[in-house]
């Protein structure tokens, strides 16, 4: 059922009628939900500093302070928790009350289970709404970049869309391989549209770009005051995947500490928020990218093992465009087509000769590098066809007279900065031509220019604020 795959409510009861909380410290697990019980208002308080819960049932009258006053604290410090006020005497008054505080429902005692049942699964609905409306957000913006459609039809590509058919549909880890640009990302959206997941959220993170102190919190949430800033509770993208897709881009660049949190959820299907103690469930799938040779950083021992046998259920490797070229033409027609499309273009073509002067270029940085090349001849281009002149001038770019030795990686355009550049200039300069050498590969810029892959990020951060 659809409940229990979502992995039910994490609840908390307060009420100072002791059968009532064995009662219910007996009855909700049946319905698949998990319950904390408390006698009265401050313990119940204090429950909740401990962590986040998605319904709290509060009794009106509890010696110490009333359910209302409770729900007034709960609705500051844990606006996602969601109020449920249990009245003994149902009077219009408190149940108006009740609601003009904010809570999400009342229900008179002695209450009926059947009520109570049918308001938790109002509760759920509201958490999966919250949760679809962050997948439709996803979406639309994946949409912004078109609908993933995985252009190509050489028989690697083929392979590669018959295994995304295969694995689609089961939970199983995914690792998608490939060089930078080949449309890792793209896949694993497709994996997720074509899963029963779709109309959940997929969620892309890139560990990479992710502060390191902060990674372990944005994944797996926290507890208000479980370090310093950590002011209120926070779901971390692991909840708010629930039911989804969780795309780990450039997995090579967890941590060791994190890669042992990820591997804990693999094995069990739990995650515990930092600073929490208590461990709950959460239905994910876990998709991962890198263009790393993990491997590699398994002998080196920078990567678990036995995370990247988890990881590796399945593995799909990208190849680089220049090992399948035949695919170029058709993804250049669909990027016209799409780049017109965008524009109010009824029409928009490319000549013969400039298709084979693409079909000339080894395209290190693959599917990206030729969008990139297409929108800018789009532009250049107007409202004629895409012609030789409207692509970049470089040697391979042009008619071959004689075959040069194809590097894979073409030579930095770097030139000191004319006037008096300051040293900060000649940095944000040198980085700038380091990335285009790479074709935007930031983990090989990185390594080439001797920082971490988070100070490139940075860098980049401010050369865009700049
Ligand atoms: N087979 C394909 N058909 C259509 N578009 C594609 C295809 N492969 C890649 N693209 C497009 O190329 C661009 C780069 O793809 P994507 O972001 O998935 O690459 P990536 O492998 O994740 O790159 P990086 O390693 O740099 O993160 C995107 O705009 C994507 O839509
Ligand atoms: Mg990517």
Redesign the pocket.
Known sequence: MQKQRQGGLRILFADDEVHLRDLMRMELPRLGHEVTVCPDGPSALKALEGGLFDAALLDMRMPGMTGIEVLAQIRQTSPDTQVIILTGHATVDTAVQALRHGAFDYLTKPCKWAELEAILGRVIERRDLANKTQALETRLKAAE??TP????DTPVMLQVKRLIETIAPTDAAVMVL?E???????VARSLHEKSRRADRAFIPVNCGALPENLVESELFGHRKGAFTGADTHRKGLFEVANGGTLFL?EVGELDKSVQVKLLRFLESGEIRRVGENEPFRVDVRVIC?T?RDLREMVGEGTFREDLFFRLNTFEID?PPLRGRKADVPA?AR?MIARNAQRRGLTEATISPEAVELLMNHDWPGN??EL?NMIERATILAGNGPILPEHLPTQPSLRPRVSAPAASPVSAPHFQVPDGNPTLRDVEMKYIQAILEKHN??KPAASRELGISLKTLYNKINQLQHN
């Open positions: 970049g078109g459609l995985l252009i190509g490939g930078t640009g080949t449309g890792k990302e793209l881009d990218a263009n990208l993804l669909h599917v990206r969008a935007g590969n």
